[in-house]
DNA sequence: GCCTTATCTACAATCAGTGTTGAAGAACAA
DNA sequence: TTGTTCTTCAACACTGATTGTAGATAAGGC
């Protein structure tokens, strides 16, 4: 993701006004590696803004993920991630307990369809989502068993 | 998935009850490859018993889930998908535009991760996912941009 | 500084899914 | 078949994430 300033320019280029709101959030998210949710991205900019609504962060997401700045990810934990590290794909690991989410950095292959199996579809993309448990969720867990 | 009589066994078996309801539920499902969402299941099964409640269908899709006759999915289209072949893993192709899951029945090559790269998460299953337009949205999509 | 227009906040609404509860019904034994 | 017991049913209210609305506010060009 860039810088909160290449992000104002960006927002200028585009007709979008640049407020004191989503010059906030951008800072927020700037080297932020938790994938957070919108409400967790909220929580994090009222320690900045205490008046910002949950609103105008979703609004703002949004606008990045349109952007293209940022992605938005529905990986099956109730709220959509937001994901600053758009540049390459790359596969993730979701933990089934907690729901933290972590990017993997090892290279998987490509993934093509083969020709004929898609039965029609035109294919944008592919993901992949390993599910597990977390290091602090085992732990826990086994905490648990014993 | 089974069979609607081999359903009504296994729910014996593990203590359940079959009532009619239940039944009605495992005729809909068998055969259904459209990944039917709860509210699919239950519109369909209206048909047969107009004062089935949704409730029940969820507790009973559930309760098949439990036992590992369908599978759930939560594929990023808002709500979430059953699918009675569960058999085999395989990749899901969903369509962006109107939300169908199609089975991809394509072998792909066993997901594994490099040893180390997992960072400490004990990895239980592999999901591959790929979005586009199924046929129908790419022909109405056509149409729309002539 | 003024004006236009986008954006902000607060509030209410939506939508998928779940907890609760009295009533109905299935299983099982005699 | 009958009675007992325990599960399940359906209606309702509720949750939690997300979105629509509308009046107030502020950005950015002049």
Chains 1, 2 share one sequence.
Do not use: W
Request: charged share 25%; with cysteine.
């Amino acid at each position: 993701m860039r810088t909160p300033g290449e992000l104002s320019e960006l927002f200028r280029a585009n007709g979008r006004k640049v407020t004191a709101q989503r010059q906030c959030i951008f800072r927020v998210l700037e080297g932020d590696m938790t994938h957070p949710s919108a409400e967790a991205v909220h929580i994090a900019a009222t320690r900045e803004m205490e008046t910002i609504s949950l609103k105008t962060v979703y609004q703002t997401l949004h606008d990045l993920a349109d952007l293209g700045e940022i992605s938005s990810l529905d990986l099956g934990t109730g709220m959509i991630r937001f994901d600053p590290n758009v540049d390459d794909p790359h596969p993730h690991l979701v933990c089934r307990h907690c729901g933290k989410v972590r990017d993997l950095v090892a290279a998987f292959p490509d993934l093509q369809i083969p020709d004929g199996a898609d039965l029609g579809f035109e294919v944008g993309s592919a993901e992949i989502v390993f599910r597990g448990l977390c290091p602090e969720c085992r732990q826990s867990t086994l905490q648990l068993s014993t």
